[in-house]
């Protein structure tokens, strides 16, 4: 078998096993196949000038966000299929290493210092609808972070990549899927303990009804939690979250400032109880394992790409172990995760549902499952009737209105089986 061959036949078969993973992973039926049916209606719930507030606002946001995407995505496409990036490289002076590394970072800033004003110009938004609380130095060290977390972990990629395609030239693809895949692995552990409080700051809930409460909860779901932290998220954002990291005696439970501030200790307990679900459930698990396999395929598949002689022409590189090459392997990726998108939000809207579900069973609360659900909808101004595009792209969580009607339709269920 050529090399070429090798890598088609690997990327082929991981690609197929993803999606047999995530076909046999995902529930497709979070509250069972024939849970009665209760209609989405926003009306129900929220008034007219509450939708008319949220349509002005996405109104308002999403022509900036969704152009820096485009251009974000055009810009990385230029860079790769042109000789422009490879050129851009090639001015980067010394041994290959440092081409690699500096070059890599100069191909990624590109697309960011242009998407640049698009992403102030929706900061503004944000802030003119009271959801920013951020200034703008510190938009700018958030701005900042986010680079440097991006920028380390581009020069790992960079240099791993062009170094393997120099030391084992024929099957450094295999070589780089297994590293990726273990990559992938690595930073979903690491990434609470370090990226997180780069981000953030923690400080443990003090002792008093809601941490026992919360301690309790998880207790009772069998899933026992070392502490309740408070993050001060309110520093940038007055958007309501919680979320619950780390493994076994790590494990904690993260509430965002916000919503200590804004919601009732059930409300809290509610959200926590979906947090759980996706402990419960194993979704970090299943999104790194499906995350680590999606990485192998994208390797084996840029060595399909840095292969072949017409791209390579156009991009004006020898190969894989030429760091000019790297403009087209960073717009393969950017390309691989735009296309996969809407399958990626497909199955986070399903998980997102089964831990609502979750929730429900847990605390056995519809009530207050749907009047914390307005509450988030409105402090988080959230789109009640998203186009359906922009649904099948962006949404990695049911709409609000759906996730009120899934609880109504958990307490139906929950009524007919009494
Ligand atoms: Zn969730």
Not at 107 to 125: H, I
């Amino acid at each position: 078998m050529t090399p070429r061959a090798a890598a088609a036949t690997t990327f082929v078969v991981l690609g197929l096993g993803l999606v047999v993973l995530l076909a046999l992973a995902t529930p497709w039926h979070p509250l069972g196949a024939h849970a009665p049916h209760v209609p989405v209606d926003p009306r129900r719930d929220f008034t007219a000038a509450e939708i008319a507030k949220e349509r002005a606002f996405h109104g308002a946001v999403r022509p900036p966000a969704y152009a820096a995407l485009l251009v974000g995505l055009a810009a990385a496409l230029a860079l790769g299929c042109t000789r422009s990036g490879g050129a851009l490289v090639q001015r980067v002076p010394g041994p290959w290493p440092v081409k690699a590394a500096l070059g890599g970072l100069a191909l990624a800033l590109v697309p960011q210092v242009l998407t640049l004003p698009l992403d102030a110009r929706a900061e503004v938004v944000l802030r003119r609808y009271g959801l920013s609380t951020q200034t703008w130095s510190g938009w700018a060290a958030d701005q900042a972070k986010g680079a440097l977390v991006g920028g380390v972990l581009l020069v790992v990629v960079a240099v791993g990549l062009v170094g393997l395609a120099r030391w084992r030239p024929q099957t450094w693809w295999a070589w780089g899927a297994t590293g990726a895949a273990l990559l992938v692995c690595l930073l979903s552990y690491v990434y609470p303990v370090v990226v997180e409080p780069l981000f953030n700051h923690f400080t443990p809930l003090p002792p008093g009804p809601l941490k026992t409460e919360l301690l309790d909860l998880a207790r009772r779901d069998g899933l026992p939690v070392h502490d309740v932290l408070v993050a001060d998220a309110s520093r940038r954002t007055t958007a309501l979250n919680a979320y619950v990291s780390g493994y076994g005696r790590t494990r904690r439970i993260v509430l965002y400032d916000t919503l200590l501030a804004k919601s009732t200790p059930r409300e809290t307990e509610l959200v926590v109880a979906h947090e759980l679900g996706h402990v419960k459930h194993h979704d970090v698990r299943t999104g790194t394992l499906a995350g680590a396999l999606g990485a192998a395929v994208v390797v084996a598949g840029l060595y399909l790409l840095l292969t072949s002689p017409a791209l390579l022409r156009n991009a004006g590189a020898d190969g894989a172990q030429d760091p000019r090459a790297l403009g087209l392997v960073l717009a393969a990726i950017a390309a691989a995760t735009a296309v996969t998108g809407p399958a990626q939000s497909l199955v986070s809207r399903r998980i997102e549902a089964r831990a609502d579900v979750h929730s429900l069973d847990l605390t056995g609360d519809p009530d207050t499952f749907v009047s914390s659900e307005k509450t988030l909808a409105r402090s988080n101004l959230a789109d009640l009737e998203p186009n359906p595009v922009v649904y099948a792209l962006f949404f990695t969580h049911p709409s609000s209105p759906e996730r009120i009607a899934l609880a109504r339709a958990w307490a139906e269920r929950a009524a007919a089986r009494r």
